[in-house]
């Protein structure tokens, strides 16, 4: 079967699917300035990040991409599910994607990004950390419509963080033969790392599974 992504994005996603944990690009220079709209973390919970303002311009190596967010009801929704067992003895944040939209769609950039401390107390901007194909927990980085997938993310750092995906949603005139993506859309997960809430930093002692 192949798979195939028609828009700027001009992605192979057989090379996708299998190159996920190989060809990936790192950076820790992206960043994602406030915009109206932010909030700061609060205290005791697990808050959903206020989105960048939609359509804009996001630069991945040499390629530039025009990333839309999709209407509340259709669009690919990320949200905090338990602590678990990490590799190499750690623990894994893991995250509950769901796709709320009629037809399928194809994740095909994972960004992991940490709140910088802003100035006079203020709320800093975001910066991306880590970018990579779907490797980890994505054996198939489809998602059908209506469908959910879980994925672990180890936290690397004390301070803010969120994980964020990029992604393309299956064209009308695919086919099962040759399945056809397009668009750049992008879905934020919670905001994690608040220092007084038990529920999104992982437990001392012991691993939730």
Same mark, same amino acid.
């Given at each position: 079967m192949?798979?195939?992504?028609?828009?700027?994005?001009?992605?192979?996603? !057989?090379?996708?699917?299998?190159?996920?944990?190989?060809? $990936?690009?790192?950076?820790? +220079?992206?960043?994602?300035q406030p915009r109206a709209g932010g909030s700061s973390a609060r205290a005791g919970m697990v808050m959903a990040a206020a989105p960048p303002a939609y359509p804009y311009t996001l630069s991945l190596g040499s390629s530039v991409y025009h990333v839309e967010q999709e209407s509340e009801s259709a669009r690919l !929704?990320?949200?905090?599910?338990?602590? +678990?067992? $990490?590799?190499?003895?750690g623990?894994?944040?893991?995250?509950?994607?769901?796709?709320?939209?009629?037809?399928? !769609?194809?994740?095909?950039?994972?960004?992991?990004?940490?709140?910088?401390?802003?100035?006079?107390?203020? !709320?800093?901007?975001?910066?991306?950390?880590?970018?990579?194909?779907?490797?980890?927990?994505?054996?198939?980085?489809?998602?059908?419509? $209506? $469908?959910?997938?879980?994925?672990?993310?180890t936290p690397d750092t004390d301070a803010q963080w969120r994980v964020c995906l990029l992604y393309s949603r299956e064209r009308l005139d695919s086919i099962p033969s040759n399945r056809l993506f397009d668009g750049t859309y992008e879905s934020i997960g919670p905001t994690m790392g608040d220092a007084d809430s038990p529920e999104d930093k992982p437990p001392r002692g012991a691993n939730r599974e």
């Open positions: 192949n798979y195939s992504v028609r828009s700027p994005l001009l992605i192979t996603c !057989v090379a996708l699917l299998s190159s996920c944990s190989r060809h $990936g690009e790192r950076s820790a +220079t992206q960043s994602d !929704v990320i949200e905090f599910s338990n602590w +678990t067992k $990490g590799e190499e003895g623990t894994d944040a893991v995250f509950r994607v769901t796709n709320r939209g009629s037809r399928p !769609v194809l994740v095909w950039n994972v960004r992991h990004q940490v709140r910088i401390p802003g100035s006079s107390g203020l !709320v800093g901007p975001w910066q991306t950390t880590h970018q990579d194909y779907p490797g980890r927990g994505w054996d198939r980085p489809m998602i059908p419509a $209506g $469908g959910s997938h879980e994925f672990p993310i």
